[in-house]
């Protein structure tokens, strides 16, 4: 939803009450957040309401989705790293013991599976959408066949699709 409407909605009604609204998918604060960081600030002396103090053109700021400025609410991202780690024995010591036929099947594994882009660190941010239930399933059973996990799936879609619209 555009800061511009959200706006609109404050002058005839409480924050609260629009959060509630199944087109707003945030909390109270965070949508109060959000206008702080479009650089919209709430005066409670005067004439009460929201009033831009930011940079740039209020109309411009208008424009924009409130989500461009909402953050996650405790999501972090995460960092994975392809590290391989010696197995542990039940007395906290490193054992040497199946390591190198472990290594030798991950090979032969890396082998037959399909080549991939992977990189060594790379940062993820933990996303939520809705997805037809139908197309779930076979994103799922495919990721399954394929030995890999859904977010691997997505992630070479979507990287597949914008290198396709990049190309247009």
Do not use: C
Not at 40 to 47: D, H, K, L, P
Not at 75 to 98: F, L, Y
């Amino acid at each position: 939803m555009k800061i511009g409407k959200i706006l609109e909605l404050i002058k005839t009604d409480t924050p609260a009450n629009i959060v509630k609204r199944a087109d707003v998918h945030l909390s109270e604060k965070s949508l109060r957040k959000a206008l702080n960081k479009a650089g919209y600030e709430y005066r409670n002396s005067g004439e009460k309401g929201w009033y831009f103090v930011g940079e740039g053109e209020e109309e411009t700021v208008q424009e924009q989705l409130i989500y461009d400025f909402a953050t996650a609410g405790k999501a972090k991202a995460n960092v994975s790293t392809n590290v391989n780690k010696e197995p542990i024995n039940n007395t906290n010591q490193r054992s040497n013991v199946g390591i190198k036929r472990g290594k030798e099947q991950v090979e032969q594994a890396n082998e037959q599976s399909a080549p991939t882009m992977e990189r060594t660190n790379v940062i993820r941010k933990r996303s939520s959408f809705d997805m037809d239930v139908e197309l779930m399933k076979e994103l799922k059973i495919q990721a399954i066949i394929n030995n890999r996990t859904v977010y691997e799936l997505v992630e070479s879609a979507v990287r597949h699709y914008l290198a396709e619209l990049k190309g247009k």
